[in-house]
C-alpha cells in the first residue's frame, strides 16, 4: 500500500505541473484541432488527443504538454492495474476500479464529464470551451485521481489480511478469478502446507 501511495503521489506531482499549464494545453488542442480540420466535435476521448499528437502537431511545445497529459493518463491505467492485483476487490472498491478503467479507457466518451468542486479546471476555461469542446478533456485526471484516493479509503479499511503485497512474491496475477481463488486457497490451506503430516491424536485436525 506505501508503493501506491508512493505513485499516487508521484502522479499527483506531475499532474499540479500540468495543471498550471492548462492554459498552454488548450492552446494545443486548439492548435491541432485547426490542423485538423476538426473544429466542430468536442475533444471526447483519450484517443482523439493521441492522433492530435501523432498527425497533427507541427510545433515543440505543443507535442510536450499534449504528450504529459497522456502521460499522466497512461501512469494511472498503470497504477489501476497494481490497484487490482493489490487486492482482489469487494463491491465498493471495484466499482471505483471499474469506473477509473472506464474513464481512462482511450475509447471513452468523456465530453459529458465536469469534474466538480473543489476542482477549478473548467472555471479557467470560457464558457464555450467548456460547454462545447474542453470541459470534459480537462476534468478527466482530477475525477480519476479522486477516484483513486477514495479507492485507497475504502482499502485501508479492510483487513491486513486481504491484501496483496504489490511488490513481494505473494502477489497474485492474472484474472479476478484467479486472484480470488489464490487468496481461498492461501486462507484455506495457511499451516497446512508448512506442516503436510500431523501425529494421530489430541493435535489433529
Known amino acids: 500500500m506505501n508503493e501506491i501511495k508512493e505513485t499516487l503521489r508521484n502522479i499527483e506531482q506531475n499532474y499540479r505541473l500540468f495543471q498550471q499549464q492548462q492554459f498552454t494545453f488548450i492552446t494545443a488542442l486548439q492548435r491541432t484541432r485547426e490542423n485538423a480540420h476538426d473544429m466542430i466535435r468536442p475533444v471526447a476521448t483519450i484517443r482523439q488527443v493521441q492522433s492530435y499528437m501523432d498527425h497533427h502537431c507541427n510545433n515543440s511545445t ?11 493518463c497512461n ?13 482482489p476487490g469487494n463491491s465498493v472498491t471495484n466499482d471505483i476500479l471499474e469506473r477509473c478503467k472506464l474513464l481512462l479507457s482511450h475509447s471513452n466518451d468523456l465530453s459529458a464529464i465536469r469534474a466538480k468542486y473543489p476542482h477549478d479546471v473548467v472555471n479557467h476555461l470560457s464558457c464555450n470551451e467548456a460547454k462545447n469542446h474542453y470541459g470534459g ?4 485526471i482530477p475525477i480519476v485521481l ?16 486481504m491484501l496483496y503485497n504489490v511488490s513481494g512474491g505473494g502477489a497474485v496475477q492474472g484474472s479476478k478469478q484467479a486472484r480470488k481463488k489464490g487468496l481461498i486457497d492461501t486462507q484455506s490451506y495457511s499451516g497446512k502446507l508448512k506442516s503436510p503430516w500431523k501425529p494421530p491424536g489430541r493435535h489433529a485436525f
Open 62 to 72: 505543443d507535442r510536450r504538454i499534449l504528450s504529459m497529459f497522456l502521460s499522466i
Open 75 to 87: 501512469d494511472l491505467s498503470k497504477l489501476c492495474q497494481n490497484l487490482e492485483t493489490l487486492h
Open 137 to 140: 478533456v480537462v476534468s478527466l
Open 146 to 161: 479522486d477516484c483513486v484516493k477514495e479507492w485507497v479509503a475504502h482499502t485501508e479499511k479492510l483487513p491486513r489480511h
